[in-house]
Every structure is written in C-alpha cells, then in structure tokens.
C-alpha cells in the first residue's frame, strides 16, 4: 500500500464515513461495513478527499484523460474536490456532472460543466459501485452528448464483491469489462482490513471474513 492509501483509510474512519455494524445496501445484502460518502461535510474533508482521488487517478490513469464527470449527486461534488486538487498541483481539469431531469429553460440539457465534444476522454469519479446501476445509467448519457471516448472509472473504495450470485468478477471489474474501460479504486476492502488492522473487533474482522466469503469476488 502507498502512504495516500493508509491515510485515506484512516481519514473515511476519523470522518465517519467507513464505519463497521450490521448495515443492509441497496442491493438488499445484509454487510458489516458500510460506506457512506454523504458524511463528509467541510470543506477541508473534501480537500482531503481530492486529493486522495487525485492520487489515485495519477497512479491509475497513466493514459490521461480531458474531462473529469461526477454522476449525480454524489459525484458531483468529488468531481469539483478533484477537480481543485489537480489545480493545486498546477493542472488544470475541467468537469461535468448530470441533473437528474433535463431542464427546459435557460441552457436547457441534463449535463452541467464542461461542454462534452467528440473524442473527450472522459473519466467517470463515483464513490462506491456495488452493483454499477449508476455507471450504466451514465454511459449512455455522456454516449448521448458527444462521441467520447471512457477513460475510466474511479471510485472510493473497491467493495471487491460480486454485483449479482450469477457473477465471479467483481461489480467494478464487471462494469469495466461491459464498457471496455479500465477501472480503479482509492482503496480496496482488503487494504481497509489489513490496515487497520487490532483497531477491528474480533466480531467485525468475523462478519467481514463470512461476508467475503458469502459475496467475495473470485474473478478479475
């Protein structure tokens, strides 16, 4: 693991954000951990947290990319905290985000931010995929604006869990793979456990070895 990487985990924990119980997802599953993005409040956590994306895409995204774009809402604002983390390393990134209904007045559409055009390589910031609903309601909105290119996709953390039984990849390898785009996470659930390490219960490291094992991901 890299330094950003143990001081990112150590930050979702210190912020709330990563907390260990018995929580249910989206999906419906019962799991010991949950993740939740919306607990970050100031402005000085979501400093932070560009960062720590922005250390994740520079490591992640050799390729590079021309246009960074936050799903709404959560991504919208990791798109801006990224956004201003490249710029205070002397990179200017421009982004785009959706609205949830297109608006019919003023400059009307769904997307706000950058003006999308053919060729853009855009690289998608989400905070956690579990079962990548939200990916692929946002391929054919970006496919819809301009002939882009997918960069990638980027999250907070990697769940490393299937996104249905009848799958052996994970949810973010799964997406991935059905939109040809590579895919990356600031930290991955099994550097969470390994790193933090005697600061989890013996009851928590339990539920999330029978969790791992229930729903783990065996693929890539």
Do not use: W
């Not at 991955?188 to 005697?198: K, P, S």
């Amino acid at each position: 693991m890299h330094d950003y990487q143990r001081q990112f985990i150590d930050f979702m924990v210190e912020a709330g954000v990563l907390t260990f119980g018995d929580f249910t997802t989206k999906s419906g599953r019962k799991t010991p951990y949950f993740v939740n993005t919306g607990k970050y409040r100031s402005g000085s956590q979501l400093a932070r947290l560009g960062r720590a994306y922005a250390d994740a895409i520079e490591r992640s995204f050799p390729a590079g990319f021309d246009c960074l774009f936050g799903p709404a809402y959560k991504g919208i604002p990791l798109v801006v905290a990224v956004s201003m983390a490249f710029a205070e390393r002397g990179r200017e990134v421009e982004f785009c985000f959706n609205r949830k209904e297109a608006k019919d007045h003023g400059e009307g559409g769904l997307l706000v931010g950058r003006p999308l055009k053919d060729g853009d390589r855009v690289l998608i910031v989400e905070d956690v995929t579990t079962a990548g609903t939200s990916i692929r309601e946002t391929v054919p909105l970006l496919r819809a604006a301009a002939k882009i290119q997918l960069a990638g996709l980027v999250v907070s953390v990697d769940r490393q869990e299937r996104a249905s039984d009848a799958s052996t990849r994970s949810a973010l390898a799964e997406v991935g793979a059905e939109f040809a785009m590579p895919t990356a996470a600031i930290v991955t659930i099994d550097e969470v456990v390994e790193h933090l390490g005697a600061r989890l219960t013996d009851a928590d490291r339990a539920r999330i070895t029978a969790y791992r094992a229930q729903y783990g991901a065996h693929g890539a």
